[in-house]
């Protein structure tokens, strides 16, 4: 067990600890955030939307203790990446920036993916963002809290607010936040868990990059008029038609398949649905493999996808990022 697991189960009743817990639903990017953006950061370069995906979730614990020497972040009794950890360090430099507070943190993190070791970041930032600032005594909205945790990752604001939401781009850090455009969406979605990529992207290396940027606008409104109208098969097209759209720019910037075996199994057997009549989409983006469709139609997706030998959960809309007694 990590040291800062131990910290966390050997409870610790003392009056200069300031400790809270939070979760966040995983999400889907429908459109994808263009990862020009560094740890830190507090405007998007571009639009995007996203769902949140119940019931997976991922749940922080976050405490302050003025007699903590040093700060300390373990997912799943396990330290943390550093990519991770910067993240996290971005979101809670912030929350303490707001409120005053100067003394080191802890952060201890599960989830309930069931691929067990799987940390689902931009859900784990989004908890830790409304952990730490329920913590120190902020009250922020959502949407305050949305920007928060933009320093950490691009695609946990959407975490934050829930439901369908869309990360505003603006030209200052007040007017970039994000707002749910949609609770009530009858949509059916799968997650896949099989690795994404063979390798880490290279994006900016592309030739099809100023392309990319040349389209991305069009392709979030496109996106939220389908949503607002309720469009289900357009909701799909779009959502595969970007991820085939990363997939070509990663691809072109190392010259090889981006895309894991794993994901080509799963194209292979959506795109035999589709043939069969079943309005299916696949959908990979930078954090897992989703299958999108109208709910009735979920069971039969979900067996065939079962039958290639890969693990699956069926999913649907989940709300907000919500403070927690666990």
């Given at each position: 067990?990590?040291?800062?697991?131990?910290?966390?189960?050997?409870?610790?009743?003392?009056?200069?600890?300031?400790?809270?817990?939070?979760r966040a639903h995983t999400v889907q990017n429908l459109t994808n955030p263009f990862p020009f953006s560094?740890?830190?950061?507090?405007?998007?370069?571009?639009?995007?939307?996203?769902?949140?995906?119940?019931?997976?979730?991922?749940?922080?614990?976050?405490?302050?203790?003025?007699?903590?020497?040093?700060?300390?972040?373990a997912f799943e009794e396990r330290t943390v990446d550093q990519r991770v950890g910067r993240g996290v360090?971005?979101?809670?430099?912030?929350?303490?920036?707001?409120?005053?507070?100067?003394?080191?943190?802890?952060?201890?993190?599960?989830?309930?993916?069931?691929?067990?070791?799987?940390?689902?970041?931009?859900?784990?930032?989004?908890?830790?963002?409304?952990?730490?600032?329920?913590?120190?005594?902020?009250?922020?909205?959502?949407?305050?809290?949305?920007?928060?945790?933009?320093?950490?990752?691009?695609?946990?604001?959407?975490?934050?607010?829930?439901?369908?939401?869309?990360?505003?781009?603006?030209?200052?850090?007040?007017?970039?936040?994000?707002?749910?455009?949609?609770?009530?969406?009858?949509?059916?979605?799968?997650?896949?868990?099989?690795?994404?990529?063979?390798?880490?992207?290279?994006?900016?290396?592309?030739?099809?990059?100023?392309?990319?940027?040349?389209?991305?606008?069009?392709?979030?409104?496109?996106?939220?008029?389908?949503?607002?109208?309720?469009?289900?098969?357009?909701?799909?097209?779009?959502?595969?038609?970007?991820?085939?759209?990363?997939?070509?720019?990663?691809?072109?910037?190392?010259?090889?398949?981006?895309?894991?075996?794993?994901?080509?199994?799963?194209?292979?057997?959506?795109?035999?649905?589709?043939?069969?009549?079943?309005?299916?989409?696949?959908?990979?983006?930078?954090?897992?493999?989703?299958?999108?469709?109208?709910?009735?139609?979920?069971?039969?997706?979900?067996?065939?996808?079962?039958?290639?030998?890969?693990?699956?959960?069926?999913?649907?809309?989940?709300?907000?990022?919500?403070?927690?007694?666990?």
């Amino acid at each position: 067990m990590s040291p800062v697991a131990e910290s966390f189960y050997n409870y610790r009743d003392d009056s200069m600890s300031m400790k809270a817990t939070a979760r966040a639903h995983t999400v889907q990017n429908l459109t994808n955030p263009f990862p020009f953006s560094t740890f830190g950061a507090q405007v998007p370069f571009l639009s995007s939307i996203s769902v949140c995906t119940a019931p997976l979730e991922t749940v922080a614990t976050v405490e302050f203790w003025e007699e903590r020497e040093k700060r300390e972040i373990a997912f799943e009794e396990r330290t943390v990446d550093q990519r991770v950890g910067r993240g996290v360090d971005a979101v809670i430099s912030e929350v303490r920036r707001l409120s005053g507070i100067d003394c080191e943190y802890a952060v201890l993190g599960k989830s309930n993916l069931s691929t067990s070791a799987v940390l689902d970041e931009p859900s784990f930032i989004a908890a830790v963002t409304v952990a730490s600032s329920e913590a120190c005594g902020l009250d922020l909205c959502h949407k305050e809290l949305s920007r928060i945790a933009s320093k950490g990752s691009e695609s946990a604001p959407g975490a934050v607010t829930g439901w369908v939401s869309k990360w505003e781009a603006g030209l200052q850090e007040e007017f970039s936040h994000s707002v749910v455009l949609e609770e009530e969406l009858d949509m059916g979605m799968i997650r896949v868990f099989v690795n994404p990529f063979v390798d880490d992207l290279e994006i900016v290396k592309s030739p099809l990059v100023e392309a990319r940027l040349k389209m991305a606008h069009t392709s979030v409104i496109e996106m939220e008029r389908a949503i607002r109208n309720h469009d289900i098969e357009k909701i799909g097209e779009l959502a595969e038609k970007t991820s085939l759209l990363l997939h070509a720019i990663a691809a072109t910037a190392r010259n090889e398949v981006m895309w894991s075996p794993g994901v080509l199994s799963v194209v292979h057997e959506v795109r035999a649905l589709r043939e069969e009549g079943v309005k299916a989409y696949f959908n990979v983006d930078w954090t897992g493999v989703y299958v999108n469709s109208y709910p009735e139609d979920i069971t039969r997706i979900a067996q065939r996808i079962r039958e290639a030998g890969v693990e699956l959960c069926p999913l649907h809309i989940g709300g907000n990022a919500q403070s927690s007694t666990d």
